[in-house]
């Protein structure tokens, strides 16, 4: 069964998601300092994981964005799917919605932004003794103001899950969202 929204992880769990406003400095930060060469993840193959949504709170008044950084886990290497040439993208959207309330629990609601990026094969032979690698994908949202809370959600497909599911084995099944084990 493939699930549409991902909200079974344990609660100490968190997306590890970094928003810098449009004016310098953080608003939100779950990454772990300092970033280690692979993190704990959610794997969307393996957990028929379609998109993985959070409510995030803010405290203050600076809301405007500017860049909003996901933290990933790649498993995947180009030898494993017989590939010579290491360059592939595979689209991630992350998408910000307004918070629902009207059913008693936090939903998403309409929309405030979405963007699309793109991410890569993780390096060969590093002689790391780790199964991923870590790495950011940086969304520009500049322009885009947010309220003290919202919901983000990020999407991909994979061979089985997904909005559009690629229907063949590929690296992809290997591409996790990191998970951060601290609050932001």
């Known amino acids: 069964m493939t699930m549409s929204r991902n ?3 344990a609660a100490a769990l968190f997306a590890a998601l970094l928003a810098l406003p449009a004016k310098g400095g953080v608003i939100y930060n779950s990454f772990p300092a300092p970033q280690p060469a692979n ?3 959610l794997e969307y193959q393996a957990s028929a994981t379609s998109e993985f ?3 995030i709170q803010l405290g203050g008044a600076g809301r405007d964005l500017a860049n909003v950084m996901v933290l990933m886990s790649d498993w ?6 017989g590939f010579l040439d290491p360059s592939w993208d595979r689209p991630l959207i992350l998408n910000l919605d307004y918070v629902n309330n009207s059913g008693g629990n936090a939903a998403p609601g309409a929309p405030i932004a979405s963007r699309t990026n793109a991410i890569h094969w993780r390096a060969e032979g590093d002689g790391s003794s780790y199964l991923g690698l870590a790495f950011t994908v940086a969304f520009d949202f500049t322009g885009i103001t947010v309220p003290h809370e919202f919901i983000y959600d990020l999407a991909f497909n994979t061979m089985t899950p997904g909005n559009n599911p690629i229907g063949a084995p590929g690296p992809y099944k290997s591409l996790n969202f990191g998970l ?3 609050a932001p």
């Open 7 to 9: 909200r079974k992880v």
């Open 39 to 41: 993190v704990l993840s």
């Open 53 to 55: 949504d959070d409510l």
């Open 76 to 81: 995947a290497q180009a030898s494993t799917y």
């Open 180 to 182: 951060a084990i601290a």
